[in-house]
């Protein structure tokens, strides 16, 4: 046995796949939600008066933020999925997996602070 070779059992590997396919379909999803909605700002922002562009600013960095976030999902869900197909580089394509995962999950957090922080702030104008 090799020692990059993980022996899952069927059921073990069934399941990878499984996470793996709802991983890219996400993923997928995603991606193209966020490219519409990139093309459809990008096409506001060109119609636009040059004083109001920046109105089109805030939506076209959360396309552009949700696509590359979810080139990572897309990314780690291959590497579950190579994990569920191939008996080689068990390891190192979980490793590569995890690594995909740990960063689309650490960005989520910070993007939810940044929005609650700024929502508070937001509140704290209002009320003062």
Known sequence: MDAAHIPFTD?????????????MIVAITSISTGAISLLMQLSVMSSLPSGMKALVLV????AAVTILLNLWLLQASLAFRKVALTDEADQEYLLAGFRKLRA???????????????????????FS
């Open 104 to 126: 689309y999950f650490m960005v989520q957090v910070i993007l939810i602070l940044v929005a609650i922080g700024l929502g508070l702030l937001a509140s704290f104008a209002v």
């Open 59 to 62: 939506p076209v960095v959360q």
């Open 11 to 23: 059921e073990d590997e069934r399941k990878i796949a499984s996470a793996a396919t709802w991983g």
